[in-house]
């Protein structure tokens, strides 16, 4: 079959039969000859994986609507099946917002003519905007530190709590319109145990700073009607323990803060969630070197390096990046019992900084194929041409017992959101519940004159979850 993007180009799509592993599908792509050059590197997407993973969300999350990262992977089917699945896009620049709106999926997209709300997180920004858009409604940037995170986005972004006092002191002498409170230490962590600390620190660290900055500096803040809590969730095969994990905790923190709020729309920024387990990348075998080792007792062992045409100036770029460490597999089952040797694999390049990975493989000759799942976050969408070396094809393909699913939602046409809306709360049992967690109080603007700008008077003062 093939499908009718917004672009006008018509791109096919495998059918394969329920069951079918990765590596027959990967071979069995290899062996078509619709390829113009059977050696380069492809991906291969599962579709219907986009829809499982649709599903899993938005039983995990039911009241939070999913703004696709689109920095993550922009591959215009992937996009617009997760339009039709009506997910909204969190874009980052004009081509990335030109990248959906070519989609022919406008009114999916949080986007308005002129930008009114943004983030602050230093004194020089709230002089810009005094500046440049004196109305605009500001959030005001926690920053986040968590030793577990993968990525510390605290070293980049982000104030103390301290300093955060002292930005709402001064953007309330500047007489700007201060909304709101981000606090995002993302959720991509190295363990389940770090999950349920890590969350309920930054619920406390807002607290604090609300409390701190309202009562004793008689400054209050106010949260509009739509509230962050991020990206960084976890999108491999073998995460979705994990991810049903850290939902748990998520869903206890937005019950708690967020309950008596049905105006309240809860939106998040996965990114790898939906695209990491999509896909996975074929590589090909162009050269290979035995190398013999002298072990410590004396013996000599030999160790191959093989080299592929994809590496870290490429697809595999997420190992410098991303943090990843990438797993091989064959394509070609070797024989039962098959002596495996210590490898390595490295890029086409002529870089020696080119390696992907250490690895224990049977005797591979060139000519020789591998794969690697859950490469499809963070991957091609920062992948270069260096040395000339060009970017994996892509092909697609979707099982048996997923066409029908994933044909009727390609057809549809939602409204994005409809079906997202903050549930009740879950009851708070005692035993999920930190004794040390400061109380809330309730708060309003008591400034005339402040955020006169907006449509509605402030909310609730509750946390930025």
């Excluded at 002129?114 to 926690?142: C, Q, S, W």
């Excluded at 590589?283 to 160790?303: A, G, L």
Aim: with cysteine.
């Amino acid at each position: 079959m093939s499908l009718a993007l917004k672009s006008g180009d018509r791109v096919p799509v495998v059918t394969v039969a329920t069951g079918t592993t990765l590596g027959a599908q990967v071979q069995s792509q290899v062996s078509s000859t619709g390829r113009e050059d059977r050696e380069d590197p492809f991906y291969l997407v599962d579709l219907g994986r986009l829809v499982e993973l649709h599903q899993l969300w938005s039983a995990a999350l039911p009241g939070v609507h999913p703004f696709y990262a689109v920095k993550c992977n922009n591959d215009p089917v992937l996009m617009q099946t997760l339009a039709a699945l009506g997910c909204g896009f969190d874009c980052a620049s004009k081509a990335e917002i030109k990248s959906v709106l070519d989609l022919g999926v406008s009114s999916k997209v949080r986007l308005q003519k002129g930008v009114a709300t943004m983030t602050f997180d230093n004194e020089v920004e709230l002089y810009k905007v005094k500046t440049h858009y004196p109305t605009a409604r500001l959030v005001l940037r926690i920053r986040a530190d968590d030793p577990s995170a993968l990525c510390q986005l605290g070293v980049k972004f982000g104030c103390t709590v301290d300093e955060g006092k002292k930005l709402l002191l001064r953007a309330r002498d500047m007489e700007l319109c201060v909304v709101g409170i981000s606090n995002e230490a993302s959720p991509y962590l190295i363990s389940m145990s770090a999950a349920t600390p890590r969350t309920r620190r930054c619920s406390r660290r807002l607290s604090r700073c609300l409390t701190n900055s309202s009562s004793s500096e008689s400054h209050s803040v106010s949260v509009s009607t739509s509230s962050d809590i991020g990206g960084g969730f976890p999108g491999t095969r073998d995460s979705e323990g994990f991810f049903t994990h850290l939902t748990d905790v998520l869903k206890e923190g937005l019950g708690r803060y967020f309950s008596g709020r049905p105006e309240l729309k809860i939106i998040a920024e996965p990114g790898r969630f939906f695209a990491c387990s999509t896909h996975t990348l074929a590589v090909n075998i162009i050269s290979k070197r035995e190398v013999s080792v002298t072990t410590p007792n004396q013996e000599t062992t030999p160790t191959f390096m093989y080299f592929v045409n994809d590496g870290v100036y490429g697809s595999f770029n997420c190992i410098l990046y991303d943090h990843i460490t990438p797993t091989p597999f064959v394509v070609k089952s070797p024989p039962a019992g098959a002596t495996v040797h210590a490898s390595s694999l490295w890029g086409p390049t002529c870089d020696g900084l080119d390696k992907i990975c250490d690895s224990s493989l049977p005797l591979l000759q060139v000519g020789d194929w591998l794969y690697f799942p859950d490469m499809g976050a963070y991957t091609v969408s920062a992948a270069s041409n260096f040395n000339g070396f060009t970017k994996p094809m892509t092909y697609y393909a979707v099982s048996e017992d997923l066409r029908q699913r994933f044909l009727t939602v390609w057809n549809s046409e939602l409204d994005s959101g409809a079906h997202f809306r903050l549930p009740p709360p879950p009851p708070l049992h005692r035993d999920n519940v930190d004794d040390d967690d400061p109380q809330l109080p309730l708060a309003t603007t008591d400034r005339p004159g402040c955020c006169d700008n907006l449509a509605a008077p402030p909310q609730e003062l509750v946390p930025v979850f």
